[in-house]
């Protein structure tokens, strides 16, 4: 018997892969799209048939569907083949780690769906060179998609202040201190965050940059070298030796060239991924931190005590809740479940800090 939500998984990537398609401005790589649709559904019914289920009642698209569908129009539609592409890495891993278990053999079946679209695109003649490494640059882009790090980034503002906050105020009995360590907590985690994220983006750059300068001078020290190893590198693809050492003569040929072909080849980095601003990474780090950070603080503008306390707890459990509904986008589970889970995680640590906050209010004013 299959599991329901297999079914419902295999109806939800065949609708979204349908979105795609109707949106890609390329006709070629809309076929692709259209054809994983159809495999999709494809798996569907062959699922359906197994569990002797009716196909003319198949289920609709689910609502986190409908949601996605919505969000691809806010953030692009290649979030939506993201989704798609972290999706069937998980089934993938979830097969083969049952498998591992199970001492079953494994099966070409198992390969995530991404090879199928990827073999797709690289054997179909109807789609360029300039579409597939248009593809193969969204495909690399999605995984860091600004909706996941929003998520991530409100999540951490919300648990690290909301525990804060809830230890002040079980020290002070949420009197008007509360605010002002709310606020401090804020702006310290909203800036350690931003300093991180600048130092990360930056070192990152750095080192790149360090390394394809290093290149370049190994190119003009010693070009026959680099011919060399970037004919081997030829070879360790697959590629005859007679092939590969003419190709790398023909790219050691142009100096431009051969360094932007080395650079990805040998040093395995892709030169857009180093032109981000390492100062909007921070702004934008600090923003998401701060936009979870504020909510524990809300009420404390304009009350104090227990009331403050008490509104204070249930807008911080609303927010953890949409954020763990929000994960659910990426994991594809239960939106009560990862809501409920992210309450229970956030109030169980405010209520530690809590605690302790009110043994050291105790001893103090004692």
Same mark, same amino acid.
Not at 34 to 42: A, G, N, V
Not at 60 to 72: N, Y
Not at 349 to 364: C, E, N
């Given at each position: 018997?299959?599991d329901?939500?297999s ?17 890609e401005e ?10 994983m649709?159809?495999?999709?559904q ?9 569990s ?10 689910s ?7 919505? @969000?691809?129009?806010v ?10 592409l972290?999706?069937e890495?998980s089934i993938?891993?979830?097969i ?8 079953s053999?494994?099966?070409?079946s198992d ?16 789609v360029s060179g300039?579409?597939l ?13 600004a ?6 980034g ?13 230890? @002040? ?11 002002l360590?709310g606020l ?18 930056k ?6 940059e ?14 026959e070298?680099?011919?060399r ?10 590629i ?11 790219? @050691? ?5 051969a360094?932007?072909?080395?650079v ?15 100062i ?18 809300i ?9 403050a ?18 994960i659910?986008l990426?994991?594809?589970k ?11 995680f ?6 530690i800090?809590?605690? @302790?906050g009110r043994?050291i ?6």
């Amino acid at each position: 018997m299959i599991d329901l939500r297999s079914i419902q998984t295999e109806i939800d990537a065949s609708f979204l892969y349908s979105i795609l398609a109707e949106n890609e401005e390329d006709p070629n790589v809309a076929d692709v799209f259209f054809q994983m649709s159809e495999i999709e559904q494809s798996h569907a019914i062959a699922f359906m048939k197994k569990s002797n289920l009716d196909i003319s009642l198949m289920p609709a698209p689910s609502v986190r569907a409908r949601i996605l569908k919505t @969000i691809g129009k806010v953030f692009g539609y290649n979030y939506l083949l993201g989704v798609l592409l972290d999706t069937e890495k998980s089934i993938s891993s979830s097969i083969v780690s049952a498998r591992k278990k199970s001492d079953s053999a494994p099966s070409l079946s198992d390969t995530a769906h991404v090879s199928i679209l990827m073999n797709i695109l690289n054997n179909s003649p109807k789609v360029s060179g300039p579409s597939l490494a248009r593809f193969e640059k969204r495909h690399r882009s999605v995984g860091g998609n600004a909706l996941r790090a929003a998520v991530l980034g409100g999540n951490d503002g919300l648990v690290s202040n909301f525990s804060l906050v809830m230890g @002040i105020a079980g020290a002070t009995s949420g009197q008007q201190g509360v605010l002002l360590a709310g606020l401090a907590g804020l702006l310290a985690g909203a800036l350690s965050m931003a300093l991180g994220e600048w130092i990360s983006v930056k070192s990152s750059q750095e080192l790149s940059e360090n390394q394809m300068q290093l290149e370049m001078d190994e190119l003009e020290a010693n070009p026959e070298g680099e011919e060399r190893e970037l004919a081997l590198i030829y070879q360790s693809k697959g590629i005859p030796e007679a092939q590969a050492r003419a190709m790398a003569k023909d790219v @050691i040929s142009d100096k431009d060239l051969a360094h932007s072909v080395l650079v990805k080849e040998e040093l395995g980095i892709n030169t857009e991924d180093i032109k981000g601003s390492a100062i909007e990474a921070a702004v934008t780090s600090f923003l998401l931190f701060a936009f979870g950070a504020i909510i524990p603080v809300i009420p404390f503008f304009f009350l104090s005590g227990m009331k403050a306390i008490l509104i204070s707890t249930v807008m911080s459990a609303l927010g953890l809740f949409m954020i763990g509904a929000s994960i659910t986008l990426f994991t594809g589970k239960s939106v009560w479940y990862s809501g409920f889970r992210q309450v229970i995680f956030g109030l169980v640590a405010a209520a530690i800090t809590f605690g @302790i906050g009110r043994l050291i209010g105790v001893s103090v004013t004692g």
